[in-house]
């Protein structure tokens, strides 16, 4: 996308903030993110937005590494703003300096009743900076009453724009905005200057978030040109979020969708992030291979900016999908996990081609595994079919051609066909009553166990 207009390298970053475990609408960010990254050859920034001391916790910054670990994200650089604290006070420091951050005394009461007396008249409710009208010797007495003031930053009038890489051209009228507060009365910071600092201080080219922070954009637009000494300000790209079929968005506190309950639920990381990157997109969700299929679908022209709805069925769905498309060597890792090994005397090439298709979730692999590899205890259903099958058992070797031609002999010496000759044999062969294609199987059944489970051994 001509567009986009990478500096090179692109430097990202997403910024949760360690508050509760991440769910698949903030896999969506990171995602977003991390493949842009990808594509612009550029780098990945992990930055833990728990300035907020009091709901940040250590074990939810672990699961987000853990989370992002699993989906296939990297970071290259990960910082906590708690330990940067000194940089956003600098920050604050130049900005009361040149005048652009004030401090006020009004509290959340005080401010209530003035922007209800302003909406009765009819006026917008905005903050009418009465603060910067305070002299001396009124700030005193405000803090001789015992008030602490927290901070405001105060806009430039006018029209604010920037070329979003999803929502096009937007605009905000600074003129229309109360002067956002930046610093708290105990002198803690918002999020919005900390982040700017930071986006400033760590190179960011492009701020890939989720449009519930448009409203933001103008205000850190202002504050970059305060505090970026003539450097431009990042690129942004709002993307649409995730809602369920119902429409609702998603919280931190919606766990059933948390990228954890979905990994302990065996779903498919892969499934995650097509369902998180494409949905919402000009792409069909689709089950993929690898991440590199996204990075080379992946286009922030191409996100929707209406709505980025997903069914929390399809996941289960997509999930085996997913599975049915996986080369072993996506997989081998964690068949081994499964006790699923090259070291057993099976062609485990042959065994993942013939299971794949069969599972719905990955741990399934270890019942076709035991059926491969014994003891298992057949299903007798017809022993004098199974007496003719295991005479007509090809001797030697078996390979992919043996099922054939066992089963064509089969049928010419009883006259049995379709599932009255399949289904003894796959219960005498498997013990169940439905599985992979028995032709795959066989060879990796081989010989010595297909004989003793026609004769209704177990093997
Ligand atoms: N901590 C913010 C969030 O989780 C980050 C927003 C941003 O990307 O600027 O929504």
């Given at each position: 996308m001509s567009e986009t207009k990478v500096t090179s390298p692109a430097i990202v970053r997403f910024a949760p903030s360690p508050t509760g475990r991440i769910h698949i609408g903030n896999a969506r960010t990171a995602l977003f993110n991390q493949l842009f990254a990808w594509q612009f050859d550029g780098r990945f920034v992990l930055r833990?937005?728990?300035?907020?001391v009091e709901r940040s916790r250590e074990e939810f910054a672990a699961s987000i590494v853990t989370d992002l670990a699993w989906l296939g994200i990297k970071p290259d650089v990960v910082v906590r703003q708690s330990q940067r604290v000194a940089l956003y006070e600098a920050a604050a420091a130049r900005l009361r300096a040149a005048g652009r951050l004030y401090p006020c005394y009004e509290t959340p009461d005080e401010l209530d009743r003035r922007r209800k007396r302003q909406q009765a008249r009819g006026?917008?409710?905005?903050?009418?900076?009465?603060?910067?009208?305070?002299?001396d010797a009124d700030r005193a007495a405000l803090e001789a009453e015992g008030r602490r003031p927290h901070w405001r930053f105060r806009l430039d009038p006018g029209d604010v724009t920037w070329e979003d890489l999803v929502r096009g051209h937007c605009h905000a009228d600074?003129?229309?905005?109360?002067?956002?507060?930046?610093?708290?009365?105990?002198d803690s910071f918002l999020y919005t200057l900390p982040s700017v600092v930071d986006d400033l201080d760590l190179g960011i080219t492009h701020v890939i978030?989720?449009?519930?922070?448009v409203t933001n954009t103008a205000v850190q637009l202002q504050i970059f040109a305060a505090l970026g000494d003539g450097r431009p300000a990042p690129r942004f790209a709002h993307h649409n979020l995730l809602t369920t079929a119902s429409g609702e968005g998603l919280s931190k506190r919606s766990g059933a969708l948390s990228l954890t309950s979905l990994r302990e639920h065996g779903i498919e990381a892969l499934a995650v992030a097509a369902l998180a990157v494409l949905t919402g997109t000009s792409a069909a969700v689709h089950p993929v291979a690898s991440l590199a299929e996204l990075v080379a679908l992946?286009?922030?022209?191409?996100?929707?900016?209406?709505s980025a709805k997903f069914d929390e069925a399809e996941l289960e769905v997509l999930s085996a999908r997913t599975l049915h498309i996986l080369p072993l060597a996506a997989i081998e890792e964690r068949l081994a996990a499964l006790g699923i090994t090259r070291a057993a005397a099976i062609d485990l090439d042959a065994f993942w081609l013939a299971v794949r298709g069969n599972?719905?979730?990955?741990?399934?692999a270890r019942l076709w595994w035991q059926v491969v590899t014994g003891p298992i205890t057949p299903l007798v259903e017809d022993a004098d079919l199974l007496a003719a099958a295991s005479a007509a058992l090809p001797q030697g070797p078996l390979d992919g051609t043996s099922w054939k031609t066992w089963t064509d002999s089969l049928k010419a010496a009883t006259g049995r066909k379709g599932k009255a000759l399949y289904h003894p044999l796959r219960l005498a062969l498997t013990g169940h009553e439905s599985g992979p294609d028995l032709a795959a199987l066989l060879p990796l059944i081989g010989p010595q166990k297909a004989a003793l489970r026609l004769a209704g051994k177990t093997g």
């Open positions: 833990f937005d728990d300035t907020d006026l917008p409710p905005v903050y009418d900076r009465a603060a910067l009208h305070l002299t600074a003129g229309s905005l109360s002067d956002p507060v930046l610093v708290r009365e105990d978030r989720g449009e519930d922070h992946f286009d922030l022209g191409h996100v929707s900016r209406t599972l719905a979730q990955l741990a399934d």
